[in-house]
């Protein structure tokens, strides 16, 4: 059978508020975002596991806020000063563990923010206490500030959040897949973007449709990797 050549494109993600699923497992945090201007001490923690909805929700929040979304890690490379005279979303706190110089810059951002009257949003995996941060003063702001937490996957988050990853990659399964993903996966938001990822790979190097043969054979090739 001839194959395609393929090419490592990065899908073409949706993160408006209308493309943002809302269940049981989410809707709390959904709606702290919607209600941004009442948060307290005007910051909030959104945490969650990997792939739950963190940059997602990061982006409605910037929609609604004007707010600017920067990575953790590039504070270092940042205009600090300039960057506080709006709404910050800081993605990936826990990329800064044991980096001193970007720690001091989010500590930096945090009180000169705060000071301009500006809200922060910071993202990241786990509790705060959890994020090896070394400094101090930022340990006990991050653990200070009121968090809201994104929850593991329902069968209908699970399910939208395939239909979603589908769509991004504009990939049309057959019917049968997202019923049959849903219930023999692992639960979790990462293990369904590598599904999809694997999905649209071999779909489109064998010229392939996305059934639930090929769903089937890509969870065995998975399970034979761990």
Do not use: C
Not at 70 to 83: G, M, N, R, W, Y
Not at 194 to 203: F, G, H, K, P, S
Request: net charge negative; no cysteine.
């Amino acid at each position: 059978m001839a194959r395609q050549l393929t090419f490592d494109l990065p899908a073409l993600q949706a993160l408006g508020r209308d493309d943002f699923f809302v269940s049981p497992n989410n809707a709390g945090a959904v709606a702290m975002i919607e209600s941004w201007q009442n948060w307290p001490s005007r910051k909030l923690l959104l945490i969650g596991p990997e792939g739950a909805g963190k940059t997602h929700l990061a982006h409605v929040w910037a929609s609604l806020s004007g707010a600017a979304i920067v990575q953790a890690s590039d504070l270092t490379e940042i205009d600090i000063p300039k960057l506080a005279q709006a709404p910050v979303a800081v993605e990936n706190i826990p990329a800064i563990a044991g980096l001193t110089t970007a720690q001091d810059a989010l500590f930096h951002l945090h009180n000169l923010a705060l000071a301009e009257g500006q809200s922060l949003l910071f993202t990241g995996t786990g509790e705060a206490q959890t994020w090896g941060l070394t400094l101090p003063d930022l340990l006990s702001r991050m653990q200070g500030t009121p968090a809201v937490a994104l929850g593991a996957p329902d069968d209908d988050l699970l399910a939208a959040v395939l239909m979603k990853l589908f769509a991004d990659r504009q990939l049309n399964p057959r019917p049968d897949v997202l019923a049959y993903l849903t219930k023999h996966m692992e639960r979790s938001f990462s293990a369904a973007r590598a599904i999809v990822a694997d999905l649209d790979t071999i779909a489109l190097s064998e010229g392939r449709e996305v059934s639930r043969k090929l769903a089937s054979e890509v969870l065995e090739r998975q399970a034979d990797l761990f």
